[in-house]
């Protein structure tokens, strides 16, 4: 075990202290070989907080559904389900932006709802 985490620590010794590649000399199949590759480590990383949330929502979604009506529980299942579920190489560019709550950017309850309620 010890001999393992040696050779993890000389790795990434080697990695932090080799020469810094030219920025110009990149290769762009290696960059989005790269990019690839961090996103499906952001993914991993990202789902499962996601799906958490999902699922959050849903059983909130579920308890709204008495007090709130369809529409509600409906929105509150779209604002927690919706939104960015996978890390697109778009994403760690900064060409894409991450939504953790989905929907729409109008409020949960709508106003005409209630301006309908009002008279």
Do not use: H, N
């Not at 000389?10 to 762009?28: F, K, T, Y």
């Not at 060409?95 to 009002?118: C, I, K, M, N, T």
């Amino acid at each position: 075990m010890r001999r393992l985490a040696l050779v993890f620590a000389l790795a990434a010794l080697a990695v932090i202290a080799g020469p810094a590649p030219d920025a110009a000399a990149a290769d762009p199949a290696a960059e989005e070989a790269a990019y690839g590759a961090g996103s499906v480590l952001g993914t991993l990383l990202y789902a499962p907080l996601k799906t958490s949330f999902c699922v959050i929502g849903g059983v909130t979604s579920a308890l709204t559904l008495p007090f709130g009506g369809t529409e509600t529980a409906s929105e509150v299942a779209a604002a927690a389900c919706g939104g960015t579920w996978l890390i697109t190489p778009g994403v760690l560019k900064g060409q894409e932006p991450v939504r953790f709550v989905g929907g729409d950017a109008r409020p949960l309850v709508s106003a005409r709802r209630y301006a309908g309620s009002a008279r």
